[in-house]
């Protein structure tokens, strides 16, 4: 059984830093692609961030690029989402994700076919 579990969310001040965690069970972490999407109220899901199988590569939504940084141990089977400089736009329920095949890379969440349950990120102005 696949498990994805969040954790670090919180309530922040503008321009302070969060790490999130996802520790995954279940499938062979270092096989699969990961990303970072967020929901907030009344808002569709969106893209945050994604990192390769590997950790070579990512990719950032430009609304966090130079903010934001995902990164992955595989040998804890852990992903990460650091976030600097936070401002209120970035509240939402941060949700990490895992690629349903081996060794693809994609940004588009219909390609996630495991989901954590959520971590609610709060940043006050």
């Known amino acids: 059984q696949v498990q994805l579990v969040e954790s670090g969310g919180g309530l922040v001040q503008t321009g302070g830093s969060l790490r999130l965690s996802c520790a995954t069970s279940?499938?062979?972490?270092?096989?699969?692609?990961m990303g970072w999407f967020r929901q907030a109220p009344g808002k569709e899901r969106e893209f945050v961030a994604a990192i390769t199988w590997s950790g070579s590569a990512t990719t950032y939504a430009e609304s966090v690029k130079g903010r934001f940084t995902i990164s992955r141990d595989n040998a804890k089977n852990t992903l990460y989402l650091l976030m600097n400089g936070l401002k209120p736009e970035d509240t939402a329920v941060y949700y990490c994700?895992?690629?349903?095949?081996?060794?693809?890379?994609?940004?588009?969440?219909?390609?996630?076919?495991?989901w954590g349950q959520g971590t609610q990120v709060t940043v006050s102005s």
């Open positions: 279940g499938r062979t972490f270092s096989n699969y692609s």
């Open positions: 994700a895992q690629q349903t095949a081996v060794w693809t890379y994609s940004i588009g969440s219909s390609t996630y076919g495991y």
